[in-house]
């Protein structure tokens, strides 16, 4: 696993902790806290269901944490970009998405 990602993943997993302590989240996650301690220091990694949860408590699909945790344009970072635009590229921007609405609304019968 890419060393960036891995440790983007340790960040996740004490942020998701919060105030708890590694022994109410290892409740939580029905693990050991010798196994939240490994996720938190990058010496073990969570499988799949337990990622699962990591992004439930985060308000976030599984597919949302994985992008996150790969640098993917996430839905902060697209506004981010939208904010360093200049008027011209938001008003191109503007007329793609309007574009894509005609083009749906075409698409849907008239009953």
């Known amino acids: 696993m890419d060393e960036s990602v891995l440790e983007r993943l340790t960040e996740i997993v004490r942020e998701v902790r919060g105030d708890r302590s590694q ?6 996650f029905a693990v050991s806290q010798s196994t939240i301690h490994g996720w938190e220091t990058g010496k073990s990694l ?7 949860k990591i992004a439930r ?23 981010q ?10 008003a191109w921007l503007l007329m793609l998405i309007a574009q894509s609405f005609i083009e749906v609304e075409a698409e849907i019968p008239v009953e």
Do not use: K
């Open 81 to 90: 970009q939208i904010e360093s635009m200049n008027n011209r590229e938001r």
């Open 57 to 79: 408590l985060r308000g976030q699909l599984t597919e949302q944490l994985v992008a996150d945790l790969y640098g993917r344009n996430t839905q902060a970072s697209i506004q």
């Open 46 to 52: 969570p499988d799949l269901r337990n990622l699962e």
């Open 23 to 28: 022994r109410d989240l290892a409740d939580l």
